[in-house]
């Protein structure tokens, strides 16, 4: 699913390539609970998914994923969310 040079932007850090991307997404999601996806935008090449994440430590946040798709494969993530929550 992720192109070798994928990159991931976010409001707690960045990532380069599929390894470190695979490792940061992993560390995220060890510590999630439950993901409700609200809803899925796609135009052409981009896709942009609106979901709620909550953690044993805060939650449930407002997310929203900015994901780049060429030729099958994701080449950019962007995340915004308010991080406070998780930084109390």
């Given at each position: 699913m992720l192109h070798d040079?994928?990159?991931f932007d976010g409001a707690l850090g960045s990532?380069?390539?599929v390894e470190d991307t695979i490792a940061g997404l992993?560390?995220?999601?060890a510590m999630t609970e439950?993901?409700?996806v609200l809803h899925r935008w796609i135009d052409g090449p981009d896709v942009l998914t609106?979901?709620?994440l909550s953690t044993r430590a805060a939650g449930p946040?407002?997310?929203v994923n900015w994901s780049?798709?060429?030729a099958g494969r994701i080449t950019w993530i962007r995340v915004t969310f308010d991080p406070r929550p998780l930084l109390s």
């Open positions: 040079a994928v990159t990532t380069r390539g992993g560390r995220m999601f439950q993901v409700d609106w979901f709620e946040l407002a997310i780049h798709v060429e």
